[in-house]
């Protein structure tokens, strides 16, 4: 169409859903991965450079067995930041009322969780802040929900908490990729990664 300074009511409609309208503040879907026993779930295409803060949903994390690390690994141009980069602290209180801290300032991942001798079922929301932008620390904000099951799989009232934390990778550098990272084994979740425009 011709750029007369005027749009029509179509035109609107026409190029909202061609996504060529800017419609201010909004959060779009980039990618959706529903991923079954996967020890990694890599996000390389998370368009960077159009946003500054990326929003991540992790649902129905599933984790069956014992002694998991689960964390979160940046790629700097397409590579694997696996070195003991990363910083994070996370708070965690169970629905018993009792509390437990994890932190590190040397993680070679931001840390999400550790299963301990059960497994669990977990849902996470994640704020990314600043991963395209080199003269920056990249960083994130980790708010979840979760419970563990004993191992005769029972419902474990002790295991059933909630947590706050986040952590950063200590280093100025682009990130143009997410790896939730699984230390053992395979895990069952649904990953949905957005951007939020505007932001």
């Known amino acids: 169409m011709a750029n007369s300074g005027i749009f029509l009511v179509n035109d609107v409609v026409d190029l909202i859903k061609h996504k060529q309208f800017p419609s ?3 959060i779009e879907l980039i990618q959706t991965q529903n991923v079954t026993e996967v020890k ?6 998370i368009a960077e450079d159009e946003y500054s803060v990326h929003f991540m949903t992790i649902s129905n994390l599933q984790s069956r067995r014992g002694s998991q690390n689960l964390g979160i690994r940046f790629l700097e141009s397409g590579v694997l930041e696996s070195g003991s ?30 299963t301990g001798s059960e497994s669990w ?15 920056i620390i990249s960083s994130c904000t980790i708010h ?7 191992t ?25 990729g997410i790896v ?3 230390s053992a084994f395979g895990d069952s979740a649904t990953y949905s990664l957005y951007g939020i425009r505007g932001s």
Request: glycine share 10%.
């Open 40 to 45: 990694n779930t890599t996000f390389s295409n």
């Open 24 to 26: 201010g503040d909004s």
């Open 121 to 135: 079922i977990n849902n996470f929301y994640i704020y990314f802040y600043n991963l395209g932008a080199p003269d």
């Open 144 to 150: 979840r929900t979760g419970h563990r099951i004993n």
């Open 180 to 182: 939730i990272h699984n």
């Open 85 to 114: 980069v990363y910083d994070y602290s996370m708070r965690s209180v169970s629905l018993t009322d009792s509390a437990a801290s994890s932190s590190s300032t040397s993680g070679t991942y931001i840390r999400l969780d550790n």
């Open 152 to 176: 005769s799989g029972a419902y474990n009232a002790s295991g059933t908490y909630m947590a706050l934390g986040g952590g950063l990778l200590r280093q100025r550098s682009k990130v143009d």
